[in-house]
T-cell receptor, first 109, second 117 residues
Framework: QQPVQSPQAVILREGEDAVINCSSSKALYSVHWYRQKHGEAPVFLMILLKGGEQKGHDKISASFNEKKQQSSLYLTASQLSYSGTYFCGTQGGNTPLVFGKGTRLSVIA | GAVVSQHPSWVICKSGTSVKIECRSLDFQATTMFWYRQFPKQSLMLMATSNEGSKATYEQGVEKDKFLINHASLTLSTLTVTSAHPEDSSFYIC?????????????FGNGTRLTVT
């Protein structure tokens, strides 16, 4: 079942922060986050496997609340290069990755 | 590491013809590969799971006789769109996961943009 992402779109000025949420009606085994630039393939950002897990790289981090069946992606001090569509992918046990509808992020100068 | 090569990058074909798209894992083995389709400004929709040495598993609503999948080796899966029609025009993306690494991320090919005229 497709996870629900919010917001659908967001516009930021450089340096501003954003949060993208991903929730599922089913128990989650893992949550994957990807960013896709227009006309390109998705690029892996990070994967969260355990409830309560948080991780990050540079100024992008994510958390996974297993009990609430949701994950959030945090973008801090956004840069122009952060623009793109962010997808969360969820997996419930031994099932393929199912992607949300995406959140379109636009960072402007 | 973990490079997935997809070929061709784009193809234009006439209605009624068939098109084959290849997906190769270059530096790892992938027992399982996944084929996604993406329409403009929409999400990646899983079409089928390709299993090496056995039949593919298709998602509901995906015609298995139209989208033929062959996973002949641990590094190659092919998707053939048979009797293509304009409504099949889309961005097709394959992905693969290292064999035995169930918790690892999916590695995506660069996609194939199919245009059926």
């Amino acid at each position: 079942q497709q996870p629900v992402q919010s917001p659908q779109a967001v516009i930021l000025r450089e340096g501003e922060d954003a949060v993208i949420n991903c929730s599922s009606s089913k128990a989650l085994y893992s949550v994957h986050w990807y960013r896709q630039k227009h006309g390109e393939a998705p690029v892996f950002l990070m994967i969260l496997l355990k409830g309560g897990e948080q991780k990050g790289h540079d100024k992008i981090s994510a958390s996974f609340n297993e009990k609430k069946q949701q994950s959030s992606l945090y973008l801090t001090a956004s840069q122009l290069s952060y623009s793109g569509t962010y997808f969360c992918g969820t997996q419930g046990g031994n099932t393929p990755l199912v992607f949300g509808k995406g959140t379109r992020l636009s960072v402007i100068a | 590491g973990a490079v997935v090569s997809q070929h061709p990058s784009w193809v234009i074909c006439k209605s009624g013809t068939s098109v084959k798209i290849e997906c190769r894992s270059l530096d790892f083995q992938a027992t399982t590969m996944f084929w996604y389709r993406q329409f403009p400004k929409q999400s990646l929709m899983l079409m089928a799971t390709s299993n090496e040495g056995s039949k593919a598993t298709y998602e509901q609503g995906v015609e298995k006789d139209k989208f033929l999948i062959n996973h002949a080796s641990l590094t190659l899966s092919t998707l053939t769109v048979t009797s293509a029609h304009p409504e099949d025009s889309s961005f097709y993306i394959c992905s693969a996961r290292r064999t035995g690494w169930d918790n690892s991320p999916l590695h995506f090919g660069n996609g194939t943009r199919l245009t059926v005229t």
